[in-house]
């Protein structure tokens, strides 16, 4: 079936221990997101790719970063975790075109940092 | 300033029973509104998208409405069961390159038995 991976599920890294969080799509879609949710919050947008075109938030901090090597695969990468990091990663994706389409959002991936 | 709110932040109800959540928003140029369910430890997964032409929809027990001349949405859940349990995520969609969404704070349902 058509989906969005992410892995690990679960991931546990040490304080200031860089840390690579995977998420793949077989839908083909343009655009592809990186959400930062902390427990009982809203997701929070961190960055999106619109097929290779790099969007930061404005106030995402420096210490996460992204790369799309292709349409399929997506990462997000943190140079120097600190305790309030940890979190859910949600990755979602889109057609692109037009903001009607429908965003997909992958299981999650739950981070721990020691 | 683009703003989704919801209310009430948590509700407990009867399996069986019905119930509504609500949804105002502030966001500009409106595209579209979606209801989002996300049980616990997972992502959201999409329940209803509505444009601004449209007034209603269903999805099984779930039915969404949209008033886009007062910006308010809800979502009415039937006969609840035990697996509706879930965050219960307002999001509205600006007209932009990307689609980015605009995420309320969430209901917070509890089924009991």
């Known amino acids: 079936d058509a989906m969005v991976i992410q892995n690990p599920r679960y991931q546990v890294t040490q304080f200031g221990k860089p840390v690579t969080l995977s998420c793949s799509q077989t839908l083909n879609h343009n655009v592809m997101y990186w959400y930062q949710q902390k427990s009982s919050q809203a997701p929070k947008l961190l960055f999106h790719?619109?097929?290779?075109?790099?969007?930061n938030e404005a106030d995402t901090p420096d210490n996460f970063q992204s790369r799309r090597p292709n349409t399929s695969f997506c990462f997000l990468d943190i140079r120097s975790p600190g305790l309030g990091d940890a979190a859910m990663y949600l990755c979602a994706t889109n057609r692109g075109g037009q903001s009607y389409n429908e965003q997909f959002f992958g299981p999650g991936t739950r981070l721990t940092v020691l | 300033k683009n703003q989704v709110e919801q209310s009430p932040q948590s509700l407990i109800i009867l399996e069986g029973k019905n119930c509504t959540l609500q949804?105002?928003?502030?966001?500009?140029?409106?595209?579209?509104l979606r209801w989002y369910k996300q049980d616990t430890g997972r992502g959201p997964v999409s329940l209803t998208i509505m444009t601004f032409s449209e007034n209603t929809k269903s999805n099984g027990r779930y039915t969404a409405t949209l008033d886009a001349d007062t910006k308010q949405s809800s979502l009415h859940i039937t006969a609840s069961q035990l697996s509706d349990s879930a965050s219960y995520i307002c999001?509205?969609?600006?007209?932009?390159?990307?689609?980015?969404?605009?995420f309320g704070q969430g209901t917070e349902l509890s089924v009991k038995p």
């Open positions: 999001v509205v969609s600006a007209m932009n390159k990307g689609g980015k969404l605009i």
């Open positions: 790719y619109y097929d290779k075109d790099f969007n």
């Open positions: 949804c105002n928003y502030t966001v500009s140029p409106f595209s579209n």
